[in-house]
């Protein structure tokens, strides 16, 4: 099948080309570092952005996400008709919209990094389990692991709710300090472990701790997975690699 090609192998006029995935980002203002998914020096390959405006974090994560979803609707069908093969967002809170923009969306569509969750539970030992570090436990529901086919019940670690990171997010901040807020991670994952010791890989829900995956991994010496992860291997799936003879 060509890259002008998707679903029942029916062709698609598009404007624009070589774009296989497509992002979905919030209506938001603070820095994105680089590993965070809406950094394009993240990828290695190229990806089309399109901002959902009136989509903020606090009306997707604190507030019913439903009350935004015909914005992403309209998000969606702007990146389809654009040419992208693939959708992804920017908040792993939108795994609870994740059967609605499903059913809506014309091309395949990762909502979440939570989707991972029962593939790397599946890899672990038998007496190992996922645990998952999330941006909000409070506004976490069990919509937000069933919508994307995951157990509930799962150790989790949060941010601390007057931490530095959530602080930059809520204020926008242009200048967040990188050491400041792996740190911060790092302490978030430190005291999830030592309280569930049983834990043998880690998810990221949220879409701005790509950054710190390298470092939790060494530190711990578990694997990390997040929404990089799981768009690079979206990627994979929507591009195969080419081998020649």
Not at 29 to 52: E, I, M, Y
Not at 70 to 94: E, H, Q
Not at 209 to 229: E, H, M, N, W
Request: glycine letters at 8%; aromatic letters at 6%.
């Amino acid at each position: 099948m060509s890259s002008e090609q998707f679903h029942m192998g029916t062709f698609r006029h598009r404007p624009v080309h070589g774009v296989t995935i497509g992002i979905l980002v919030l209506d938001t203002g603070f820095l994105r570092l680089p590993g965070d998914v809406a950094n394009a020096s993240t990828w290695r390959f190229p990806v089309q952005f399109a901002v959902v405006r009136g989509a903020t974090p606090q009306k997707v994560i604190e507030e019913k996400c439903e009350s935004v979803i015909d914005l992403f609707r309209t998000a969606i069908d702007d990146l389809a008709a654009l040419g992208v093969d693939g959708i992804t967002t920017t908040c792993g809170f939108l795994s609870a919209l994740h059967p609605q923009l499903q059913a809506h969306s014309p091309v395949p569509i990762a909502t979440s990094s939570l989707q991972q969750i029962p593939l790397v539970q599946s890899t672990l030992p038998k007496v190992k389990s996922v645990g998952v570090l999330v941006s909000d436990k409070a506004s976490l529901t069990d919509a937000h692991f069933t919508g994307v086919g995951a157990p509930i019940g799962l150790p989790i670690g949060e941010l601390p709710a007057d931490g530095i990171i959530r602080r930059n997010m809520k204020a926008n901040a242009l200048d967040p300090d990188f050491s400041q807020q792996e740190s911060e991670v790092l302490d978030v994952a430190e005291r999830l472990l030592n309280d569930n010791p049983h834990i043998g890989a880690l998810v990221s829900e949220c879409a701005n701790f790509p950054p710190y995956s390298a470092s939790l991994q060494r530190k711990f010496g578990l694997p990390v997975y997040d929404i990089v992860t799981l768009v690079e291997w979206f990627h994979a799936g929507l591009r195969p690699r080419a081998y020649g003879s």
